[in-house]
């Protein structure tokens, strides 16, 4: 026998009471999630889908939103939302004016609210201001100070766009040189 001749390894036989060690599982790497410090819990389904200020926030200038708006932090000075619904949480507390399509209150507003459908102040809010709306609801509990301006929704008439008319053809005079002096006169 030679040094240089393998032995052929073979598994030793484990013994039947001991199983078979499962196979590593492999290593997933997750992203790591941002937290909010404040969980947040808006009072309809419809407010989840809302762009937040959340109640640890405060803003002071002008907000502009082309979506939903639940405001449940501090803000002084406009928040605009022409086309979409601004709530102000049970944490809201808002100097400011609001011009939005939907207004729900929870919490407390002090400025003007201008609305082109409804305005909705729930129990425990508090408004100071005037109300320019078509349609409002005020619950029992509710505080609020100031007048209300019913509006009727303007209705939205079509108007009939122009129907293009083709052109007409122009019509086109020659001058000839002697066509273009003064009036010609005749006499007797």
Not at 34 to 59: C, H, L, W
Not at 75 to 93: A, D, F, H, L
Not at 164 to 169: D, E, I, L, S
Request: neutral net charge; charged residues 25%; aromatic residues 2%.
């Amino acid at each position: 026998m030679s040094m240089w001749n393998k032995k052929e390894d073979t598994p030793a036989p484990r013994p039947a009471s001991v199983p078979p060690a499962p196979p590593p599982a492999p290593e997933i790497k997750k992203e790591p999630t941002p937290v909010s410090s404040t969980p947040f819990r808006a009072p309809d389904a419809e407010a989840r889908n809302a762009a937040t200020i959340g109640k640890s926030v405060r803003i002071v200038g002008q907000i502009f939103a082309k979506e939903d708006l639940y405001v449940d932090g501090d803000v002084e000075g406009t928040i605009e939302s022409q086309e979409n619904k601004i709530t102000i949480g049970p944490n809201g507390r808002v100097q400011a004016s609001i011009r939005a399509r939907d207004v729900i209150i929870l919490g407390q507003v002090q400025g003007n609210v201008e609305t082109s459908d409804k305005v909705d102040i729930r129990k425990d809010a508090k408004l100071v201001g005037d109300i320019t709306t078509a349609r409002i609801s005020i619950e029992d509990g509710a505080l609020f100070k100031g007048s209300i301006d019913i509006k009727k929704p303007e209705p939205k008439v079509s108007t009939p766009t122009p129907v293009a008319t083709p052109p007409r053809p122009v019509e086109t005079t020659s001058h000839t040189p002697a066509n273009t002096g003064a009036a010609a006169t005749t006499t007797r």
